[in-house]
């Protein structure tokens, strides 16, 4: 059975790499701070989710992964 899933144009993927990129950027700049708020908090945790989500994607090729695995790693922290 052929795969069904269409299948990402580049266009998409650069896409969704700046937009996980964006993810990359909230997290370090707020884990960056000396405390956060419970909302900067719940905003770290949200895109460490997307990140954790974008990281899943099979449709990866030759992007650069790693921003979003030290990403994931220091919201986790």
């Given at each position: 059975?052929p795969?069904e899933t269409?299948r990402?144009s580049?266009?998409?993927i650069a896409?969704?790499?700046?937009?996980?990129?964006d993810?990359?950027n909230?997290i370090?700049?707020?884990?960056a701070?000396?405390?956060?708020?419970?909302?900067e908090q719940d905003?770290v945790?949200?895109?460490?989710?997307?990140?954790e989500l974008m990281?899943?994607?099979?449709?990866?090729?030759?992007e650069?992964?790693?921003?979003?695995?030290a990403?994931?790693?220091?919201?986790?922290?």
């Open positions: 059975m795969d269409p990402l580049d266009a998409e896409r969704n790499y700046r937009a996980a990129m993810s990359v909230v370090n700049e707020l884990m701070l000396s405390s956060r708020t419970p909302e905003r945790s949200g895109n460490v989710q997307h990140l990281v899943a994607k099979d449709y990866w090729t030759t650069d992964l790693t921003p979003f695995n990403a994931i790693a220091t919201g986790r922290a």
